[in-house]
């Protein structure tokens, strides 16, 4: 009867050690993961800057000669990612895809011109700069217009600001909810032995000789969890990494370093802290109140 007893105290214990792992990998995971997300939003944001571009126009009579010119002098600007002519020929071509037919056939002209996309580096996509460099295109003579979408480059600064801040805003939430929920699993992991704990504080032992082995065992299932967090973090962020490569999730080792760090660190300290002062609760309390602890 007694050792029935004990296999059964024993499953107990185990399934309550593995609920705490579980709780605690699911909560680093997602830290790890707002972590990621917070280092990277700079790089996010820069993407899809990059995306946007300035068409310049240029005059019929530029030779495409002097359009390679240009687009050589173009390439070494400072604001400037990459350069990509696209002849009025071309142009004409996607155009009459886009509508379904060719409308040269009611014009009997192309009344387009050859143009330059200009990519932009993402320090330089914003409304006051882009204004700038505006007028700094339209002083060569070989340019007729510059054209650019105002209202997306407006739209796309105020959401990169708003995005940004609610990411912090969600990482700082999410870090709460993690603190509180590792520490109520590892004070209902403590709660389960606060008999044993009260026990051998009758029997003499010290406070210090009492906490020794409860903060070894939470340190353990905050370092199991958190091994079990950066496995998943490790196949996600490889995952992704083959989806999005520009986001090079997987090949800046610094990053991916700080991320499994801090995964680390945030399981060792908030068990140490969560175990240490729910078993320094326990040893506080007088042997009656157990009972309604």
């Known amino acids: 009867m007694s050792s029935s007893f004990e296999r059964y105290q024993k499953r107990r214990l185990k399934s309550s050690y593995f609920s705490v792992v579980i709780s605690i990998a699911l909560v680093l995971f997602m830290i790890g993961v707002l972590g990621m997300l917070l280092l990277k939003s700079n790089k996010i944001a820069a993407y899809f800057k990059e995306k946007v571009a300035i068409t310049v126009f240029l005059k019929d009579q530029v030779t ?11 390439t070494t600007k400072k604001y400037t990612k990459t350069v990509r002519f696209l002849s009025k020929e071309k142009a004409a071509e996607m155009y009459s895809k886009d509508i379904g037919e060719d409308f040269l056939d009611f014009l009997g002209k192309n009344p387009l011109k050859n143009s330059i996309d200009i990519y932009l580096k993402s320090d330089f996509v914003s409304p006051l700069k ?31 600001q708003k995005i940004s801040f609610w990411i912090v805003v969600v990482a700082a939430f999410f870090g709460l909810v993690a603190v509180l929920l590792i520490n109520s699993s590892i004070r209902l992991s403590v709660h389960s032995k606060r008999f044993t704990i009260k026990t051998m504080q009758m ?67 908030i068990t140490w802290l969560s175990t240490f002062f729910a078993t320094q609760r326990f040893l506080n309390l007088k042997t009656d109140q157990l009972y309604y602890s």
Do not use: C, H
């Open 64 to 74: 495409r000669s002097q359009t390679k010119k240009l687009e050589a002098l173009l």
């Open 130 to 160: 882009m204004v700038d460099i505006k007028n700094e295109l339209l002083e060569n003579t070989y340019v007729t217009e510059v054209v650019y979408d105002e209202p997306l480059i407006q739209l796309l600064t105020q959401n990169i």
């Open 203 to 269: 029997v003499g032992a010290t406070k210090r000789f009492i906490r020794g082995p409860f903060l070894w065992s939470g340190i353990r299932l905050g370092l199991a969890g958190s091994f079990l967090a950066s496995v998943g973090l490790g196949f996600l962020f490889y995952y992704l990494d083959e989806y999005f490569p520009e986001l090079q999730l997987w090949v800046n080792k610094k990053e991916l370093l700080l991320v499994f760090t801090g995964v680390f660190s945030t399981g060792f300290v």
